[in-house]
């Protein structure tokens, strides 16, 4: 059995949920599981706003120390260190399970995932570079970028159950704890660096470079959009799945907030696609959504480097009675 999950707090439910309804529509027997990291019972979500796919709290998988780690995360870096704990849950937990497929919440599956079934027959890794060939210009983001915020694209990866992949999870896991942060000036940036280690450390990891797999800002200088009666193409190739980083519904007009590459007007081929992401998202109570704190965020953590900043910029004298 393949299993696919993704995870968000209750303000992106609009986006799980539109996942989860492509995911329906294209690969039925796949089961979809929302990892919430967050508590309905603290939230009171109506019943009618509940997605019809199956919730699995974070609460309810057993992490310990999570207290803990909720203490050094803001809502960005605890979603994505949770995730190795969620596949060691449905690979425990799961008698039937073969492979497990993260997907971030703001993906839509376009086309059924029987090439990556396939894959994860012979594999057990399967992995996203953020780009296939090199960028020509300096604009935002470019190699510099991902030599900061890593080669592959973590909001995707696909695992099949053998002792390699258990073997590598149990390591994600123990660094995820508490080194996964968005901390640049320390070489890391959430949970992307550490699985640049995954085909030196682990054999069997296949590095898809298909241009239809994880479309996205990241890699739109390599690849053309077209809509045909058969679905959405890329350079000619089904788009099987598009990753729709930074997008706001509310703000129509920006590919992604963290890219200045290209607008709409120089991409008309990205209408359709955007289109149609902005309609499900708004037919997802998007809106709703995102009013709804995390209950696990009670304070932004303030990391040490952001402490020394914090005193350098102050008179000296009170610098020194801090020492």
């Known amino acids: ?20 309804d492509s995911l329906k529509r294209t690969n039925p027997h796949i089961r979809f599981v929302i990892g919430l990291v967050d508590r309905l019972d603290t939230a009171n979500v109506p019943v009618d706003k509940l997605p019809e796919f199956e919730l699995l709290e974070l609460h309810r998988i057993g992490i310990d ?13 605890l979603n994505t260190a949770v995730k190795p704990y969620f596949f060691k849950y449905f690979f425990g937990k799961v008698p039937q399970v073969k492979n497990v497929i993260y997907f971030d919440p703001d993906i839509i599956v376009y086309q059924p995932l029987a090439e990556l079934e396939a894959l994860l027959e012979k594999n057990d ?3 996203t570079p953020h780009l296939a060939t090199p960028i020509e210009d300096q604009l935002t983001p470019n190699e510099l970028h991902h030599l900061n915020t890593g080669v592959y694209n973590l909001g995707f990866i696909a695992l099949h159950k053998s002792p390699e992949a258990l073997d590598f999870v149990k390591w994600w896991e123990e660094k995820l704890f508490d080194e996964c942060k968005i901390d640049l000036c320390n070489g890391l940036f959430v949970d992307q660096h550490w699985v640049n280690f995954a085909p030196v450390f682990w054999n069997n990891v296949h ?38 980083s930074g997008y706001d519904p509310a703000k129509p007009s920006v590919i992604s907030k963290y890219q200045n590459r290209f607008t709409f007007e120089q991409r008309p081929d990205l209408n359709p696609l955007f289109d149609y992401y902005r309609d499900e998202l708004l037919r997802n109570h998007n809106a709703y959504y995102r009013q709804f704190p ?30």
């Open 1 to 20: 059995m393949t299993l696919a999950f993704t995870l968000c707090s209750i303000n992106y439910l609009a986006q799980a949920r539109t996942l989860g």
């Open 65 to 77: 120390g999570l207290d803990e780690m909720c203490e050094h995360y803001n809502i960005t870096e």
């Open 125 to 127: 890794f399967v992995l």
């Open 207 to 244: 590095v898809e470079k298909h241009p239809g797999w994880n479309a996205a800002y990241w890699n739109l200088h390599e690849r053309t959009f077209t809509e045909e009666e058969k679905g959405h193409f890329v350079n000619g190739q089904p788009v099987v799945f598009f990753h729709y």
């Open 294 to 323: 995390c209950y696990y965020i009670k304070s932004e953590p303030l990391y040490k480097y952001q402490r020394i900043r914090a005193l350098l910029k102050k008179p000296f004298e009170k610098w020194l009675a801090r020492l």
